[in-house]
């Protein structure tokens, strides 16, 4: 059987660091907790829990923290968590079933992080991520923001076990990635590709669309992008043109994803949207059932689950109603009011069709 050391960095997270390490603490066998300057309880919190805390001195990037942490680990794998992430009780158990069956060739394993939710819920957002690595490969972190693992070679093992984003009830600094990023900028720094891509990210957050689409367009420039990585380029390149009102270069960049794979759900629903509003409900109905028939692959690094539930759903209904089919209508604001059943406007709508049908059937 496996031994493994959970790593993790921390500030000020005095509000979810023990709920965090009692989800987990019956998998792991060591824990190694890396402060980056807290000024609550955090410390002392990590103290009760942790083989060993370390002090490191901030210096606005990630990846030089967590490499700190990987330096103290002593287990045969490293798993890595952040405070604000649990284990359910469930996955929990699939951790401590994967240290017993874990083949030993694997020297990587992925899991899906569950990272976005609704108010009902329900997933909207779920990426997969390499969660455990074998220590002896010396896996290092890399990019001073949105951090990942360099894992250039080697052997990948896929579980369906999760980690659960759980956001605290406090409120981070919401420029703090974009003012590294501009400092990296501002010091005559070289981005690197991931950084181009993940700078466009928080530029796009924070509605800066046309700044985002040219670090978008420079991230496409680079070599040896994969395809997951361009089908999200073009993803939030087609957003960012939405949010400037220019539809055909929405149009164009949605299609442009069509290359590296079949059209998503996301895509879908955003071509079903073009034609919507040209009120070509037939075309709008035929990429709306494309998203919700799609079965989404285990193999995609980002599942935007919206696009393949209540969403494509909502809008079938509103087709159909403007085409006077209240049956279906009603069909698929029933269907979508399954996923989100809070969702104001689609009780609304149903109650608004039940009324509609009784009177045409009386």
């Known amino acids: 059987m496996i031994t ?78 952040d405070a604000d992430d649990v284990l359910l009780p469930e996955d929990c158990e699939k951790l401590c079933r994967l240290k017993r069956s874990l083949p030993p060739e694997a020297d990587a394993v992925t899991m899906r992080y569950h990272c976005d939710f609704d108010a009902h819920g329900n997933v909207t957002l779920s990426v997969r991520r390499a969660r455990l690595v074998k220590r002896s490969r010396n896996y290092r972190w890399e990019g001073a923001v949105h951090e990942d693992l360099s894992i ?73 992008l994969s395809a997951e990585n361009r089908i999200l380029a073009y993803t939030r390149l087609a957003d960012c043109y939405h949010y400037s009102g220019d539809r055909q270069k929405e149009l164009a960049m949605t299609c442009k994803t069509f290359e590296y794979d079949v059209p998503r759900p996301e895509a879908c629903c955003r071509i079903g949207y073009f034609f919507m509003e040209r009120d070509q409900f037939i075309q709008a109905i035929y990429w709306y059932k494309a998203a919700i028939a799609f079965q989404p692959s285990n193999d995609w690094a980002i599942h935007n689950l919206v696009s393949a539930t209540w969403l494509p759903h909502m809008q079938l209904g509103l087709c159909y109603y403007r085409l006077g089919d209240y049956e279906r209508s009603y069909y698929h604001n029933k269907m979508a009011h399954g996923y989100v059943p809070g969702n104001e406007n689609i009780v609304r709508n149903i109650r608004l069709l039940e009324n509609l049908i009784r009177r045409v059937d009386t």
């Open 152 to 224: 250039r070679e080697g052997t990948f093992y896929d579980c369906d076990m999760v980690v659960t984003h759980r956001k605290p009830d406090k409120t981070a600094d919401p420029d703090r990635n974009l003012k590294i990023y501009e400092k990296l900028i501002s010091g005559a720094n070289e981005l690197t590709a991931r950084d181009m891509l993940h700078y466009a990210m928080e530029l796009h957050q924070h509605r800066s669309y046309e700044r985002a689409a040219q670090f978008y367009l420079k991230f496409l420039e680079c070599d040896q």
């Open 4 to 81: 493994i050391s959970l790593c993790m960095i921390v500030k000020n997270e005095q509000l979810t660091l023990e709920r965090c390490l009692r989800s987990v603490r019956d998998a792991v066998d060591e824990i190694i907790i890396v402060d980056t300057g807290s000024t609550d309880r955090t410390k002392e919190i990590a103290r009760r829990w942790a083989s060993s805390v370390i002090d490191f001195a901030w210096n606005d990037h990630f990846a030089a923290a967590r490499n700190a942490y990987f330096a103290k680990a002593t287990m045969d794998y490293i798993l890595w968590l």
